[in-house]
């Protein structure tokens, strides 16, 4: 039986459209013959019924606001804390009490450079039991031991700060992290009396409530009305709600230790989902060994120490003396810690997540994500200091750094779940998975109250393979205009307004910071993000509604067959009677004042720079592996991480050519350094990218996209092994994903490939394409002759 249109239904799974049934086990495809129903109506793009509501009603509870991580500063000393907890069986997490207590301890062992290999798995015997064999000396930590994999420049950047996690099966939360929440819950918005002093709220047709001041009682549910996840659907940082957050500050480098607590058997995982994992900070300037490689991954019972320096790019070559005030980070007594390095490159939002090779789509979806803010002198988190330069983005003036206040993390993901109401992946679906609801931080179409003044929301598109397209609108469908300020988490040189409110099209992975000046409504007033744009597959955006249209519930109305299109979030206009010290956007559009100045790349620089072309298609493709990347104009390839398809020097600018369309959206997403794009099918790119660096660069014929993008790029500070890949994670895990490394001048032979097991890692020769080192000349030449 060969490829199929036809929606075939079993249960609670359903197959349509790109399933190619060949690949479905034996037992799944007479299921399917035996019981099969072909579907009418709309074609859901989920792969799967449509995901129960059970009676929830949308806009009936409040959104969660991120729960911090915390830090600790790292002592010098430690003794040992009576270890890592251990799971009662092979298909179950430690208990939550129990990781509670471990994680609120000092940590133990303290880090090393090289990994940490004296001490052992303390599951080893749960492990043993459940292979029935004898494990040969499996180390606690999952780093790659010895010289390749040990940390860069570990004295000069060695940790100040630390924080311990662990990924687990869900469970309630316990409120352990309260006292790591900067806020205490005593202050501004976040004080009793605030916005944000009742972490949950909802009141819905069958139950009403709010928990006030902690986190402690908050289920592991998407909408109160839905069941709870069971702990084998979702794996989250500490297996708790809400989604996390961690704060950090330039100067301050941090060890961020993972533990792995997921069951021993890789079956205990609800249907998907695999538990290793390797945790890529998206897209700190960090050195490899702590980027989040796909082949450094670990095993349940081990730790990861990442440790990130938190330097500014361009340490090494600008500012080597650290005396220009505006690179640098809050000192915590309204003053700057000065850094080396470039203020140009400063940083504000990123987020982490899983990156396992072949299983990244899954884990991220099943809950490894997280946020990370980094605060600088030019973005303190405090509207009213002005040391440093600081722009006094919306946030408080209650702390020296961080405020959250009126500065709001959103991570939005497309989501399905089964009628049980456990979160659902269809792993046979290649061309990209999408869900069929929109979340917000996890929640169901949430509200969240806001006061009438201005705003920072963080826009994180979370999804696996969903573009969204979103505008915002008053209830009355009149836009709401909005100023972009960030984009991939690099302040822009000038702010961009999108007076109609409508921002651009946002692929996977990308982040739009933007401003919303509520003082212009009347308290009372409700105001929505809207998702306009519309999926039939994850091959590519199918197109854009109207925002009448998409405003008006599409998918009710026959509109749309994508439910996923419309209204997913309601902001409420409360009355404000404070002082808004924030910065005032208009005053920094194209003309006027300037935010961040753009690095800037010498006529020299890129008439000498090497160049490199990357197609992503289906060259070469196979049925399990359909998704490859031709380099330098050679052969499609699906990933090997063995394989080094290019290797720049220390220190080098090249330019990189990223091709492909014809049916298919790719947006490719580079590690490590910051790009800054030179064209888009040979044009100007739009405003918003003409006035910021990117990590994101969209191919592809939707809508703000184009189907050649060019990009320069500058390596500095560390080397090892990196990728490139398309953040589709379903392209990326089937298998556009390639690995290219940093090399030092003169470097022959590449870095070795670690080959993780239960007993450890050991390692193998790499190998490079022919064009590793010189690029694509041909490329170069057409380039310097346009």
């Known amino acids: 039986m060969n490829d199929t249109n036809a929606k075939i239904t079993s249960g609670t799974r359903t197959?349509?459209?790109?399933?190619?049934?060949?690949?479905?086990?034996?037992?799944?495809?007479?299921?399917?013959?035996?019981?099969?129903?072909?579907?009418?109506?709309?074609?859901?793009?989920?792969?799967?019924?449509?995901?129960?509501?059970?009676?929830?009603?949308?806009?009936?509870?409040?959104?969660?606001?991120?729960?911090?991580?915390?830090?600790?500063?790292?002592?010098?000393?430690?003794?040992?804390?009576?270890?890592?907890?251990?799971?009662?069986n092979a298909k179950s997490s430690p208990s939550g009490s129990q990781l509670d207590s471990f994680?609120?301890?000092?940590?133990?062992?303290?880090?090393?450079?090289?990994?940490?290999?004296?001490?052992?798995?303390?599951?080893?015997?749960?492990?043993?039991?459940?292979?029935?064999?004898?494990?040969?000396?499996?180390?606690?930590?999952?780093?790659?031991?010895?010289?390749?994999?040990?940390?860069?420049?570990?004295?000069?950047?060695?940790?100040?700060?630390?924080?311990?996690?662990?990924?687990?099966?869900?469970?309630?939360?316990?409120?352990?992290?309260?006292?790591?929440?900067?806020?205490?819950?005593?202050?501004?918005?976040?004080?009793?009396?605030?916005?944000?002093?009742?972490?949950?709220?909802?009141?819905?047709n069958t139950s009403s409530g709010q928990?006030?001041?902690?986190?402690?009682?908050?289920?592991?549910?998407?909408?109160?009305?839905?069941?709870?996840?069971?702990?084998?659907?979702?794996?989250?940082?500490?297996?708790?709600?809400?989604?996390?957050?961690?704060?950090?500050?330039?100067?301050?480098?941090?060890?961020?230790?993972?533990?792995?607590?997921?069951?021993?058997?890789?079956?205990?995982?609800?249907?998907?989902?695999?538990?290793?994992?390797?945790?890529?900070?998206?897209?700190?300037h960090n050195p490899a060994e702590s980027d989040g490689y796909m082949q450094a991954f670990f095993f349940p019972g081990q730790y990861y120490d990442y440790r990130w320096p938190m330097i500014l790019a361009g340490h090494d070559h600008k500012n080597k003396n650290a005396t220009d005030v505006r690179a640098g980070g809050p000192d915590g007594s309204g003053g700057v810690k000065k850094i080396p390095g470039d203020f140009r490159e400063t940083m504000s939002s990123l987020w982490f997540h899983d990156h396992m090779i072949d299983f990244t789509a899954q884990n991220v979806y099943k809950g490894n994500a997280a946020m990370l803010n980094i605060y600088s002198a030019l973005d303190r988190g405090n509207e009213k200091i002005t040391a440093g330069g600081n722009l006094r983005f919306p946030s408080g003036t209650q702390l020296d750094w961080g405020n959250r206040d009126y500065d709001v993390n959103l991570l939005i993901a497309d989501k399905a779940w089964d009628k049980k109401g456990q979160l659902f992946f269809n792993i046979f679906n290649l061309d990209?998975?999408?869900?069929?609801?929109?979340?917000?931080?996890?929640?169901?179409?949430?509200?969240?109250d806001v006061r009438a003044r201005k705003y920072r929301l963080r826009l994180l598109n979370g999804s696996v393979s969903r573009y969204m397209k979103i505008a915002v609108m008053t209830e009355d469908r009149k836009p709401v205009p909005v100023y972009m300020i960030a984009n991939d988490g690099n302040i822009m040189e000038h702010s961009v307004l999108f007076e109609k409110g409508e921002l651009p099209t946002q692929a996977i992975?990308?982040?739009?910071?933007?401003?919303?000046?509520?003082?212009?409504?009347?308290?009372?007033?409700?105001?929505?993000?809207?998702n306009l744009m519309e999926h039939n597959d994850g091959r590519q955006p199918e197109g854009t509604l109207s925002r009448s249209k998409a405003f008006k519930d599409p998918f009710k109305k026959g509109n749309t067959c994508d439910p996923a299109v419309g209204k997913f979030m309601e902001m409420r206009v409360q009355p404000y009677t404070g002082t808004d010290y924030s910065m005032d956007p208009a005053d920094y559009v194209a003309g006027k004042k300037k935010m961040i100045k753009r690095p800037k790349f010498s006529k020299k620089e890129l008439a000498n720079a090497r160049h490199r072309t990357f197609e992503f298609g289906r060259s070469s493709g196979t049925d399990s592996a359909p998704w490859t990347i031709k380099t330098d104009g050679?052969?499609?390839?699906?990933?090997?991480?063995?394989?080094?398809?290019?290797?720049?020097?220390?220190?080098?600018?090249?330019?990189?050519?990223?091709?492909?369309?014809?049916?298919?959206?790719?947006?490719?997403?580079?590690?490590f350094e910051e790009g800054q794009i030179l064209s888009r099918d040979g044009g100007k790119p739009p405003e918003w990218e003409k006035w910021a660096r990117k990590d994101i660069y969209r191919i592809?014929?939707?809508?703000?996209?184009?189907r050649e993008v060019t990009i320069a790029v500058r390596f500095r500070e560390f080397m090892g092994s990196y990728m490139e890949h398309c953040h589709n994670t379903q392209?990326?895990?089937?298998?556009?994903?390639?690995?290219?490394?940093?090399?030092?001048?003169?470097?022959?032979?590449?870095?070795?490939?670690?080959?993780?097991?239960?007993?450890?890692?050991?390692?193998?020769?790499?190998f490079s394409l022919p064009t590793y080192k010189k690029g694509d000349k041909d490329a170069k030449e057409d380039f310097n002759d346009n």
């Open 700 to 706: 592809g014929d939707e809508k703000n996209s184009s």
């Open 103 to 204: 994680l609120s301890q000092t940590i133990y062992p303290l880090p090393s450079r090289k990994a940490n290999t004296s001490d052992l798995n303390p599951w080893k015997s749960q492990i043993e039991a459940y292979l029935k064999r004898t494990l040969n000396t499996p180390p606690a930590e999952g780093r790659p031991p010895g010289e390749d994999w040990a940390h860069q420049r570990w004295p000069e950047f060695y940790p100040e700060e630390y924080t311990l996690t662990a990924q687990s099966g869900v469970r309630s939360n316990s409120g352990f992290r309260d006292i790591y929440q900067t806020h205490q819950y005593s202050v501004g918005e976040f004080a009793p009396g605030g916005l944000h002093y009742s972490t949950a709220k909802w009141q819905t």
């Open 432 to 448: 990209g998975f999408l869900g069929d609801q929109m979340t917000v931080n996890w929640q169901y179409k949430p509200y969240m």
């Open 634 to 671: 050679g052969s499609g390839f699906a990933v090997n991480p063995k394989r080094v398809s290019a290797a720049p020097n220390i220190g080098d600018v090249e330019i990189w050519h990223f091709s492909g369309g014809g049916g298919w959206s790719h947006p490719i997403h580079v590690h």
């Open 15 to 88: 197959f349509h459209q790109s399933t190619n049934l060949n690949r479905l086990p034996w037992a799944i495809l007479c299921t399917l013959l035996s019981e099969s129903v072909i579907a009418g109506g709309c074609n859901i793009p989920t792969d799967a019924p449509p995901s129960p509501l059970f009676g929830a009603q949308a806009f009936t509870q409040a959104l969660y606001r991120l729960e911090e991580f915390g830090t600790k500063q790292l002592p010098q000393y430690s003794s040992n804390n009576g270890g890592f907890p251990s799971p009662t």
């Open 211 to 284: 928990i006030d001041g902690t986190t402690n009682g908050i289920e592991p549910r998407l909408h109160p009305d839905f069941p709870m996840q069971e702990s084998n659907s979702l794996w989250t940082f500490d297996g708790t709600f809400p989604p996390k957050l961690l704060k950090l500050r330039y100067g301050y480098p941090v060890l961020f230790r993972h533990y792995n607590a997921l069951p021993i058997s890789p079956s205990a995982n609800n249907g998907f989902g695999l538990h290793t994992l390797s945790t890529h900070q998206h897209n700190g």
């Open 509 to 530: 992975a990308e982040r739009y910071d933007i401003i919303i000046d509520f003082s212009q409504y009347a308290p009372g007033t409700k105001i929505y993000l809207v």
């Open 731 to 766: 392209h990326e895990d089937h298998a556009q994903l390639l690995r290219w490394d940093i090399e030092k001048p003169g470097q022959t032979v590449p870095i070795r490939t670690p080959m993780p097991t239960w007993d450890g890692v050991t390692y193998v020769k790499s």
